[in-house]
C-alpha cells in the first residue's frame, strides 16, 4: 500500500505565499517523478510543477517565476513554494508520485487526496 499526504493549503491574500508539502509513504522501492497538478471549479486538472529523481524540473506557463518545486528524497517528500499568489490560483492541489512498489515490476501513479488553496483579491 502507498500513500500520498498533502498539508499546507489554506485562504491566502493575493500577493501572500503559501508551501504545501506531500509525504509519500508505504511499501515503497523507489520514486522517479513527482508533482503538483491543480484543479479549479468547472475546469480541467493541469499541471502545476513536476520533478524528477535528479532534480530536473518542469513549471506549467502560468506559474513560472511564482512556484518552485523541491524534493527530499530521503523523506519521500515533495514541496511546493507558491509566491505571488493570485486570485487564479485558486484551486483543489493534488501531489502526484511515480512510484515502484516494494516487490513489484511496474511504476505505478499515485495520487494525494487534495488540499484546497483559496487565494482572496
Known amino acids: 500500500q502507498v500513500q500520498l499526504v498533502e498539508s499546507g493549503g489554506g485562504l491566502v491574500q493575493a500577493g501572500g505565499s503559501l508551501r504545501l508539502s506531500c509525504a509519500a509513504s508505504g511499501s515503497i522501492f523507489s520514486i522517479n517523478r513527482m508533482g503538483w497538478y491543480r484543479q479549479a471549479p468547472g475546469k480541467q486538472r493541469d499541471m502545476v510543477a513536476t520533478?524528477?529523481?535528479?532534480?530536473?524540473?518542469n513549471y506549467g506557463d502560468s506559474v513560472k517565476g511564482r512556484f518552485t518545486i523541491s524534493r527530499d528524497n530521503a523523506k519521500n517528500t515533495v514541496y511546493l513554494q507558491m509566491d505571488s499568489l493570485k486570485p487564479e490560483d485558486t484551486a483543489v492541489y493534488y501531489c502526484?508520485?511515480?512510484?515502484?512498489?516494494?516487490?513489484?515490476?511496474?511504476?505505478?501513479?499515485?495520487w494525494g487526496q487534495g488540499t484546497q488553496v483559496t487565494v482572496s483579491s
Open positions: 502526484n508520485a511515480n512510484i515502484l512498489r516494494r516487490g513489484s515490476l511496474f511504476w505505478g501513479d499515485y
Open positions: 520533478i524528477t529523481n535528479t532534480d530536473n524540473t
